[in-house]
Every structure is written in structure tokens, then in C-alpha cells.
């Protein structure tokens, strides 16, 4: 049903910023929270931040202060704004609404290290 693809990703040194995209299909953006998930070698993927239809925005503890998720309802695209980034933020990104979906994309990768 709906379509995901992230982009953004890359290599930057500690403390160096990025910004994520993510391109959604379908017609359940506009009413849905959707959320950037990330994977890093050895765990589970877990959601680190979601925004609401009205664009309330929540973030896990490890993230909160220097990430930033966003979103354009009229592109229905979402966007991660990653500043002051820490070699533990490397992992792949996805997006998704939340709770997810089972279609996932194939996700960015987000490396930081000197």
C-alpha cells in the first residue's frame, strides 16, 4: 500500500550534521504519525522520533536536543535533521508511520566517525 524511500545518508565526522528525506506514497500520510527508525550492527531497529498529523514531535532520551523530524504534508515527505552527531548514531535510517507498517524501504545510511 504505501511506498517509503529514504535518502540523506553519508559518511560525516563527530559532531557534523545531516539531514534525512524520506519520500512516502499512499494516502495515509497526511492523517498518520509517522516516524524515523534507525538499526545499528547487533540490535533492534527502534523509533528515535515521530510527528503527529499536527506535527507534534516526541524523541527518545539518546537523541532529544540535537535531533529534529519534520514534515511536509503537501510533498508528503518527512525530514530528520541530525546535528551534533555522536560514532553511536551510525546505523541504518528508515521511515515509517507509527506503529509500522510491515513495508519497509531501504532505508540510509548514517556513518559518523573521524
Known amino acids: 500500500q504505501v511506498q517509503f524511500v529514504e535518502s540523506g545518508g553519508g559518511l560525516v565526522q563527530p559532531g557534523g550534521s545531516l539531514r534525512l528525506s524520506c519520500a512516502a506514497s499512499?494516502?495515509?500520510?497526511?492523517?498518520?504519525?509517522m516516524a524515523w527508525y534507525r538499526q545499528a550492527p547487533g540490535k533492534q531497529r527502534e523509533w528515535i522520533a515521530r510527528?503527529?498529523?499536527?506535527?507534534?514531535?516526541i524523541y527518545v532520551e539518546s537523541v532529544k536536543g540535537r535531533f529534529t523530524i519534520s514534515r511536509d504534508n503537501t510533498k508528503n515527505t518527512v525530514s530528520l535533521q541530525m546535528n551534533s552527531l555522536k560514532p553511536e548514531d551510525t546505523a541504518v535510517y528508515y521511515c515509517?508511520?507509527?506503529?509500522?507498517?510491515?513495508?519497509w524501504g531501504q532505508g540510509t545510511q548514517v556513518t559518523v566517525s573521524s
Open positions: 499512499g494516502s495515509i500520510f497526511r492523517i498518520n504519525t
Open positions: 515509517n508511520v507509527y506503529p509500522p507498517s510491515s513495508y
Open positions: 510527528i503527529t498529523s499536527i506535527s507534534r514531535s
